[in-house]
């Protein structure tokens, strides 16, 4: 009873709406790479921090986190930033400078004076060297 001339998006009365599929396959398309751009923005912090120092990759995997569970921006605004900033290495120098200082504190009190010359000779028998204990920081 349709006359002919109707345009192709007009369903027919008998079969399927080929538009109304297309566009429900499109909008089902266009819901998943928007969920696919949103998880990619979300970790980018923790992408950028992943080769960076441990602790601080994990203080920005937290602070994605947080923002993720509350809806707060700032915390993945502080992620961001804090990925982006490389915190300089304080431990390692620190770390010699411990090292060297117990060395000290373990020599002998006659082994080592200021100008070179032997101390007084020790009456103390010598202590055995110290293991060295480190933990993984």
């Given amino acids: 009873m349709a006359p002919h001339h109707l345009p ?11 538009l109304m599929v297309v566009m429900g396959i499109f909008l089902v398309g266009v819901v998943l790479w928007v969920g696919t751009l949103y998880w990619r923005l979300h970790s980018l912090p923790e992408r950028m921090a992943h080769k960076s120092q441990k602790l601080q990759f ?3 995997a937290v602070l994605g986190l947080i923002s993720l569970f509350t809806h707060i921006h700032a915390f993945w605004v502080a992620g961001l930033l804090l990925a982006l900033i490389d915190i300089p290495d304080f431990g390692t120098p620190l770390r010699s400078i411990a090292d060297s ?3 000290i504190a373990d ?3 006659g082994e080592a004076s200021e100008a070179g010359q032997p101390g007084p000779p020790s009456t103390e028998q010598p202590r055995p060297a110290k293991e060295k204990e480190r933990g993984h920081v």
């Fill in 8 to 18: 192709f998006y007009l369903a027919p009365g008998s079969g399927v709406d080929t």
């Fill in 58 to 60: 994990e203080i920005v």
């Fill in 101 to 103: 200082v117990e060395k």
């Fill in 107 to 109: 020599a002998a009190p």
